[in-house]
């Protein structure tokens, strides 16, 4: 192997006309694996489930696949060096690394679309951050849920009562929605326009600045890409 074993932090070279996903200036320079672990985290850290970066984990699932079809050409080569047989190692580590970042996001996204299930399904507004086969999975889990939910218990309650929607003064819904005022970490990537702060004073983020605040406040500028959440 003459090059560098991480290949997978490499950026790829501009294609002309390519569809790509929005990256913010201030991240410009970054590599799709760290794109990868920025999503990443955000989605861990943010209570709402945000924009799928399918684009993203396909362009790193493909160039994964090319990585382990290389690495076991070269392991299968008799007249591999040492040498050689020590960087196929580093480049294995790595492709690991990768894969268990693409499937922590993976599941920190399914358990939010589980738990938000029936919120998701009946929310129009949040279909478009979801891919096709997550929205279906969703919609699933909903009437699954629901219909347990009505054979083992609503069904034999008043028929006042039998409904998901019900609102109980001082109980929380039967429906979870995202606690949207749930503190936050929020990192600046560059300069940001003034939020409004729930006490209606204003707040400005200076780059690299970072503020906890609740979640709704720096909800834009993250959908934006102007903050990052740590």
């Known amino acids: 192997m003459d090059e560098d074993p991480p290949e997978l932090n490499r950026r790829p070279a501009p294609r002309a006309n ?68 020590f960087r ?46 997550e929205l279906d999975h969703a919609r699933r889990y909903s009437h699954l849920v629901e219909t347990h939910f009505n054979n083992s218990v609503l069904q034999s309650l008043p028929e006042e009562q039998q409904s998901l929607n019900d609102q109980v003064p001082f109980l929380p819904p039967m429906i979870p929605v995202p606690d949207k005022t749930r503190a936050v970490f929020a990192h600046a990537l560059d300069a940001c326009p003034p939020v409004r702060l729930p006490d209606g004073s204003t707040m400005e983020m200076d780059k690299d600045q970072i503020s906890l605040t609740p979640y709704h406040v720096v909800e834009q500028l993250l959908a934006q890409g102007a903050v990052e959440l740590v």
């Open 88 to 133: 196929i190692m580093l480049v294995q580590t790595e492709i690991e690394r990768v894969k268990f970042v693409i499937r922590s996001y993976i599941r920190t996204r399914l358990h939010k679309i589980e738990k938000y299930a029936r919120y998701i399904s009946t929310t129009p507004e949040i279909h478009e951050r979801l891919t096709q086969a």
């Open 18 to 85: 390519a569809t790509v996903d929005v990256i913010p200036q201030a991240v410009v320079e970054e590599t799709p694996f760290q794109q990868l672990i920025r999503h990443w985290m955000n989605e861990r850290h943010a209570p709402d489930i945000l924009r799928t970066q399918e684009g993203l984990l396909g362009r790193m699932l493909d160039h994964i696949k090319k990585q382990t079809d290389d690495v076991q050409l070269l392991r299968a080569d008799p007249d591999s060096s040492e040498d050689e047989h």
